[in-house]
T-cell receptor, first 113, second 113 residues
Framework: EPEVTQTPSHQVTQMGQEVILRCVPI?????FYWYRQILGQKVEFLVS????????KSEIFDDQFSVERPDGSNFTLKIRSTKLEDSAMYFC???????????FGSGTRLTVV | KNEVEQSPQNLTAQEGEFITINCSYS?????LHWLQQHPGGGIVSLFM???GKKKHGRLIATINIQEKHSSLHITASHPRDSAVYIC???????????????FGKGTHLIIQP
């Protein structure tokens, strides 16, 4: 069964550093998403991406965040200057088309120290 | 803004018991998703439904659009069903925007042998 692949599975970074989280969505899917889950809290929507541009974004997705699909396969989330409160599990997801179910990646656990 | 509420937050049951997890939401949605989150953090999509009832193996999901309520049932529960079960709503799609999912806090289910 096709999978959404996320790398790395764990990343530890120092406060103020830039991090890039990588995702390879399923190849024939059209919509891509980033979500985050702070430890012990519910999953929160960050951003959706369609047709090579941001479709929707939440209040969390401020200027320190950016997304790219540089080569038609990878889908990346960049956090420019990490803060302690950015520590969370970050999930990538893709959907074939609106009205279809989601496929989630296994997540990247980001720890900012 | 949609709010998604789940109950119970925690549920411990004996193997073989019939399990019901409830979900309510506050505004009209296009679909309701049931997801399973394993202890390692990965999220698996179980169901997406916009009306009626769906069944997959021992899992059954129902939705009542008028009452803004959905239930997930597990028949003949087994210890391997132990996980966090999350409901999440898709917003009403407008203008082609891919709104992200709004998540509930999840129900932590433990099935004891």
């Amino acid at each position: 069964e096709p999978e959404v692949t996320q790398t790395p599975s764990h990343q530890v970074t120092q406060m103020g550093q830039e991090v890039i989280l990588r995702c390879v969505p399923i190849s024939n899917h059209l919509y891509f998403y980033w979500y985050r889950q702070i430890l012990g809290q519910k999953v929160e929507f960050l951003v959706s991406f369609y047709n090579n541009e941001i479709s929707e974004k939440s209040e969390i997705f401020d200027d320190q965040f950016s997304v790219e699909r540089p080569d038609g396969s990878n889908f990346t989330l960049k956090i420019r200057s990490t803060k302690l409160e950015d520590s969370a599990m970050y999930f990538c997801a893709s959907v074939r088309d609106l009205g279809h179910g989601y496929t989630f990646g296994s997540g990247t656990r980001l720890t900012v120290v | 803004k949609n709010e998604v509420e789940q109950s119970p937050q925690n549920l411990t049951a004996q193997e073989g018991e019939f399990i019901t997890i409830n979900c309510s939401y506050s505004v009209g949605i296009s679909a309701l998703h049931w997801l399973q989150q394993h202890p390692g953090g990965g999220i698996v999509s179980l169901f997406m439904l916009s009306s009626g009832k769906k069944k997959h193996g021992r899992l059954i999901a129902t939705i009542n659009i008028q009452e803004k309520h959905s239930s997930l049932h597990i028949t003949a529960s087994h210890p391997r069903d132990s996980a966090v079960y999350i409901c999440a709503s898709s917003g009403m799609y407008s203008g082609g925007g891919a709104d992200g999912l709004t998540f509930g806090k999840g129900t932590h289910l433990i099935i004891q042998p």
